[in-house]
């Protein structure tokens, strides 16, 4: 059952504070979209994200310059990373034209900048072509603010990095607003960290407990129950004293596992770890994984050959027992090997009971979000967040600097 957050106040200022009728406007949005070998856009997801706020900018008479970055092109051109199947996709949504730019700043792309007309838009090339965009360089964040008379950002994605076109450029640009997507972003995990309804349940998985610490220990404060499933929860069974042959664990975080269970139950927090799991073995896995059979077995019984790669029947049933009494969930992260089946049957179920609680449902994570879609319940989660880093970082507290840099409502 689809349940939504009663929403905090938004304390940035919003898109739909500014006046932009005839103003051009720098939009930062988040474009970095999968590409197959013959440059095509194979999943537009954040490009859909972005379009109520691009359509809110155009209606209201903006002459839209659009920037993001895409791929890892280490500070210089690189003709497979270019922006033009985004900018192609972008104008099939929008039916226009939506012209690309051939550089992000420079003498060319401010005269096209000068030459936009109330509702047309422009994408600028790839952010990342200039070292100057991850370095923060202020003489490129200059140069892209010299493009437009006002600023929205609207990936979340981004905003836990403090790059050029995220924070340095809201030095010369005032003002600096949150695009619909940010604000959406921002109202929900915002509620969750100050209002959450109980019971409040926390889903964990993937590879490391490194990658999850600050948000564990950010929510114990509120969290009524902790669920950990993925190779994580090695971490945390071997920090017991459990045998777990040869499954991912992080040696060097297993005084911090049992910190964090000791104070998980001084706090009263229910910390639930898998029962069971599905193993291989390992040296049959690594050899050919198409080789491997699969086992189901308690987690105290897992061989010192073997390897974890999913959370077995009986965790997914009590894990869904404790979700089902939940009113406010929030899931980051896998509870298996997602992307090799049968080892993604513990995150579709999981998913499943997260779109079957009558809670406030919050989902991050590229693999999280996978299972949601693919299990056909996206439309039952309250709020699929497009930033997987950022509401983690938002999540364990921490500063974001391409919010911060906002200006205030």
């Known amino acids: 059952m689809l349940r939504r957050a009663s929403l905090s106040p938004m304390p940035k200022l919003s898109i739909t504070d500014l006046d932009l009728n005839g103003k051009r406007l720098f939009l930062r949005v988040d474009f970095n979209v999968p590409l197959d070998e013959n440059a095509n856009v194979t999943d537009d997801t954040r490009i859909r994200a972005a379009l109520p706020t691009i359509e809110c900018a155009l209606e209201r008479g903006a002459r839209l310059v659009l920037a993001s970055h895409l791929g890892r092109p280490k500070g210089k051109p690189d003709p497979k990373y270019s922006l033009a199947p985004a900018a192609r996709r972008l104008s099939e949504f929008l039916a226009k034209e939506v012209k690309l730019a051939p550089n992000s700043v420079g003498n060319e792309v401010r005269s096209m900048s000068d030459a936009l007309k109330p ?7 790839n952010l990342r072509f200039h070292a100057g965009e991850e370095k923060n360089d202020p003489e490129y964040a200059r140069q892209l603010a010299e493009l437009a008379d006002a600023y929205v950002n609207d990936a979340f994605g981004t905003a836990h990095r403090a790059h050029a076109s995220t924070e340095g450029i809201t030095h010369f640009i005032k003002p600096a607003a949150a695009g619909l997507l940010m604000q959406k972003e921002l109202r929900y995990l915002g509620q969750v960290l100050e209002h959450p309804e109980h019971p409040f349940i926390l889903i964990l998985g993937g590879a490391k407990v490194s990658d999850k610490i600050g948000v564990i220990e950010n929510l114990l404060k509120s969290a009524d129950g902790i669920l950990i499933g993925g190779a994580m929860a090695y971490t945390f069974l071997k920090s017991q004293g459990l045998e777990t042959g040869r499954s991912l664990v992080e040696d060097d975080k297993l005084d911090l596992a049992r910190d964090l269970l000791a104070r ?4 009263g927090v229910s910390f639930l770890l898998p029962a069971d799991n599905v193993v291989v073995d390992k040296g049959v896995w690594d050899a050919d994984p198409r080789a491997a059979i699969p086992r189901t077995c308690s987690v105290r019984e ?31 992260g896998p509870m298996g090997m997602f992307e090799h089946p049968p080892f993604d049957r513990g995150t579709r179920a999981i998913a499943e009971a997260v779109a079957a609680a009558d809670a406030t449902s919050i989902v991050g994570g590229g ?4 299972a949601i879609a693919e299990a056909g319940v996206a439309d039952r989660i309250t709020h ?4 997987g880093g950022a509401s983690l ?3 364990a507290g921490d500063v974001l600097p391409g919010v911060a840099a906002l200006t205030d409502k």
Not at 119 to 125: D, N
Not at 264 to 267: G, K, T, W
Not at 367 to 370: C, L, Q, R, T
Request: glycine residues 10%; aromatic residues 6%.
């Open 393 to 395: 970082e938002f999540l």
């Open 302 to 332: 897992i061989k010192p050959n073997e390897a974890g790669l999913d959370i077995g029947p009986d965790s997914i049933e009590s894990f869904s027992r404790k979700l089902s009494g939940a009113r406010t969930i929030i899931w980051n």
């Open 119 to 125: 509702g047309e838009a422009l994408m600028l090339e």
């Open 367 to 370: 693999d999280s979000v996978a």
């Open 384 to 387: 699929v967040s497009t930033g």
């Open 264 to 267: 998980a139950s001084e706090r």
